[in-house]
């Protein structure tokens, strides 16, 4: 006959739930706010998105690095595990690299200003890209040998050497209103396509 545990055990797993809850939250609301306003936004703005108090802000995340290394990571992980449904959900192994480039692109926007946010600390920087690196690099190649397994790009593309370009492209993207990278993206990933037989 199984034995109940001791009373608090049950809330106190509720509180932790609520707390992982309350953490995804903030995580999800510093992501956006900081797409509009950068890594330096105000944290009572995030806070105000999130819907949570400032001190629970603080209680998860000490430092704004703390935040802005966390929403970093939070976004990486998004991207991971989207490579897999996509693939498994899209039209097409290309519609797949399609759609996850849009969320690589999104994710750059937010990770906008974050040397700057972590100057003082760069070894934590470093740590963060190369987590980057050992995070996406595989998801990318994943989505890149199924569209060439298809037929649907030419052969020869490096993970790296894609991720890289979509970087490059993006840089400078909120300083002018006349350039938009997701236009030249696209033109880029139109290039990677293997010509269809007339």
Known sequence: MATEGPAGESSSRGKRADAQRNRQTVLTAAAEVFVTSGVDAPIRRIAAEAGVGMATIYRHFPTRADLVTAVYQHQIEA???????????????????????????????????????????????????????????????????????????????????????IGNLCVGYDNDPRYDPRRLITLLLQGLQRPRAV
């Not at 989207?82 to 937010?110: C, E, K, Y």
């Open 79 to 165: 991207c991971v595990e989207a490579g897999p449904s996509l693939l498994a959900g899209a039209g097409s192994p290309f519609d797949a690299l399609r759609q996850w480039i849009d969320l690589f692109v999104d994710f750059l926007v937010t990770k906008h200003g974050l040397a700057d946010a972590l100057q003082s600390d760069s070894d934590r920087f470093a740590a963060l890209h190369a987590y980057f690196l050992d995070r996406l690099l595989p998801v990318c190649a994943q989505l890149l040998d199924a569209a060439v397994e298809a037929g649907d790009i030419r052969p020869g593309t490096e993970p790296y050497e894609l991720m890289r370009g």
